[in-house]
């Protein structure tokens, strides 16, 4: 069984910057797919980033160019580099492995999820 823990979440001023992380429990998840997704109250989770095994990555038109997402397969870990923040940005982001081998962007297609943390934006 796969574990998602994400953090790194918190309140930030619009224009700040967050990082956030998420662990997986097992190594083998390097091969995934990992991708992060958000939920904003009363709003459908969407996608926000991924990034395949290979390093592929793709984002949301929303968060091209503010974001980044990488990952350190040493330390099974995925990042989420977060700049100028904005306050739409508020939500909880959820980190997500998916068994493909190439980036997906539906959530109905991953495999595992995290319990979320949440980010805050004020303006």
């Known amino acids: 069984q796969v574990q998602l823990v994400e953090s790194g979440g918190g309140l930030v001023q619009a224009g700040g910057s967050l990082r956030l992380s998420c662990s997986a429990s097992?190594?083998?998840?390097?091969?995934?797919?990992m991708g992060w997704f958000r939920q904003a109250p009363g709003k459908e989770r969407e996608f926000v980033s991924a990034i395949s095994w290979s390093g592929d990555s793709t984002y949301a038109d929303s968060v091209m160019g503010r974001f980044t997402i990488s990952r350190d397969k040493a330390k099974n870990t995925v990042y989420l580099q977060m700049n100028s923040l904005k306050p739409e940005d508020t939500a909880v982001y959820y980190c997500?492995?998916?068994?493909?081998?190439?980036?997906?962007?539906?959530?109905?297609?991953?495999?595992?999820w995290g319990q979320g943390t949440q980010v805050s934006v004020s303006s």
């Open positions: 097992v190594r083998f998840v390097s091969s995934y797919t």
């Open positions: 997500a492995a998916d068994r493909s081998m190439v980036v997906v962007i539906s959530s109905a297609l991953y495999d595992y």
